[in-house]
């Protein structure tokens, strides 16, 4: 089976700018997270859906931090403006509708300067 | 709130010989416990989990964990490492239906020749 699938990669921004995250799950699972990961520290949970409803978002910075998932599959993590701190690896993960483990994908590495 | 703690940010083992990853967890109720590996650059492979049953989990890659609840520890083992071990390792917790996971902050593994 095709694992979680993020783009892209390797982001570099200027602070103030804005930027987007896409990630695409495991296909039929319809539990999906972003989690931040800081350089250092284990990732931290920001947002997570249950098919296209947000399930929790309570550690999202939403000032800042947008995340949809409008037809229940893929979404997308957009942070606008950026700061310094915002410079971390973000990771999607994904997992079935009845719990279990989680998959992750292989992250975007964002760097703001 | 549910937390997790791994007291060695950084372990050094020679290859052949055994290794003990420790982690202890904070949880009210009954926890699911997962080890994560991490390789540079990667995203998180799942390594094993417990939801219940036989409190010793077997794992790939020869790794295994035991769950103590008196202890509240599910500490990860290997009798003998393999140069390829060298990764960063994550324990984390699930909430009751492991839909959430909280991740301790890792312990950085290096292999010596």
């Known amino acids: 089976e095709a694992g979680v699938a993020q783009s892209p990669r390797y982001k570099i921004i200027e602070k103030r700018q804005s930027v987007a995250f896409w990630c695409n799950p495991i296909s039929g699972h319809a539990t999906l997270y972003w989690y931040q990961q800081i350089l250092g520290q284990g990732p931290k949970l920001l947002i997570q859906?249950?098919?296209?409803?947000?399930?929790?978002d309570s550690q999202l910075p939403k000032d800042r931090f947008s995340a949809e998932r409008l037809k229940g599959v893929d979404s997308t993590l957009k942070i606008q403006p950026a700061k310094l701190e915002d410079s971390a690896v973000y990771l999607c993960?994904?997992?079935?509708?009845?719990?279990?483990?989680?998959?992750f994908g292989n992250g975007t590495r964002l760097t703001v300067t | 709130a549910q937390s997790v703690t791994q007291p060695d940010i950084h372990i050094t083992v020679s290859e052949g010989a055994s290794l003990e990853l420790r982690c202890n967890y904070s949880?009210?109720?009954?926890?699911?416990l997962f080890w994560y590996v991490q390789s540079p650059g990667q995203g998180l492979q799942l390594l094993l989990k417990?939801?219940?049953?036989?409190?010793l989990v077997q794992g790939i890659k020869g790794f295994e964990a035991e769950f103590k609840r008196s202890q509240s520890s599910f500490n990860l083992r290997k009798p003998s490492v393999h140069w390829s071990d060298a990764a960063e390792y994550f324990c984390?917790?699930?909430?009751?239906?492991?839909?959430?996971?909280?991740f301790g902050s890792g312990t950085q593994l290096t292999v010596l020749p």
């Open positions: 417990y939801f219940s049953g036989d409190t």
């Open positions: 993960a994904s997992s079935p509708a009845g719990g279990g483990a989680l998959h």
């Open positions: 984390a917790v699930g909430s009751g239906s492991a839909r959430q996971l909280t």
């Open positions: 859906f249950q098919n296209n409803g947000v399930v929790d």
């Open positions: 949880y009210g109720a009954t926890p699911y």
